[in-house]
């Protein structure tokens, strides 16, 4: 059974740092684009970032952009977000998401549409505090 679990979240003051990660339980992971999505009380789950099958590519919200960065590990089977100058508008519970695409095949795709992805972690919750 496909499954990812992610981990790293916790309370941090504003303008540090966090670095998540996400496992996944495949070995087909280079078939799957990766995103991170969060989703804050009262709202909807939004993308803050994705990466293509192979890494090469890469997407980010706005509101993160030169802030927030995502990788990942074939070795390990693992996705990252590094987030650094944090800021109390990012707390959130954060998702990891993957999209098992054919299109890996033979390009690197990637994806930001939250109804596209087949498989979410359980969430890790960031506080970030002012």
């Known amino acids: 059974q496909f499954r990812l679990v992610e981990s790293g979240g916790g309370l941090v003051q504003a303008g540090g740092s966090l670095r998540l990660s996400c496992g996944a339980s495949t070995r087909a992971f280079s078939r799957h684009a990766m995103g991170w999505f969060r989703q804050a009380p009262g709202k909807e789950r939004v993308i803050v970032a994705a990466?293509?099958?192979?890494?090469?590519?890469?997407s980010y919200a706005d509101s993160v952009k030169g802030r927030f960065t995502i990788s990942r590990d074939g070795a390990k089977n693992t996705v990252y977000l590094q987030m650094n100058s944090l800021r109390p508008e990012d707390t959130a519970v954060y998702y990891c998401?993957?999209?098992?695409?054919?299109?890996?095949?033979?390009?690197?795709?990637?994806?930001?549409?939250?109804?596209?992805?087949?498989?979410w972690g359980q969430g890790t919750q960031v506080t970030v505090s002012s």
């Open positions: 998401a993957a999209h098992f695409s054919q299109a890996c095949y033979y390009a690197d795709p990637y994806v930001t549409d939250r109804g596209t992805y087949d498989y």
């Open positions: 990466i293509s099958c192979n890494g090469g590519r890469t």
